[in-house]
């Protein structure tokens, strides 16, 4: 089991990319809302948690922000699997945002 989950809010379009990934039976329902609910580590979170500074947690669940969320959509989609993190996390994580590049800061 999964330390921490992202609760991923399906729009009609993320559905129907999650369904034809032959991931119909993961969706649940969450707040009213449909969502899969993909699990991560202690360690993706500590670097989400780095790379989206407003994200917040509660009782081990986090929402990303839209852009990002699509962006994790469109993984889960292609590995046809909610274990995704691993790979995911080096398209969501830049740790080098916001920081000049080192020519720039001599």
Avoid: H, W
């Amino acid at each position: 089991m999964a330390d921490y989950t992202i609760n991923l809010f399906l729009n009609d379009d993320n559905l129907k990319k999650i369904e034809g990934a032959g991931l119909a039976d993961s969706v649940t329902t969450v707040d009213g809302k449909k969502a899969v609910q993909v699990p991560m580590s202690a360690k993706e979170k500590k670097k989400l948690a780095k790379g989206f500074p407003e994200m917040t947690f509660d009782d081990n669940t986090c929402e990303l922000p839209p852009e990002a969320a699509d962006k994790l959509c469109d993984i889960i989609a292609d590995a046809k699997t909610l274990d995704v993190m691993k790979m995911a996390i080096m398209k969501l994580y830049n740790p080098l945002a916001g920081k000049a590049p080192r020519s720039a800061q001599r």
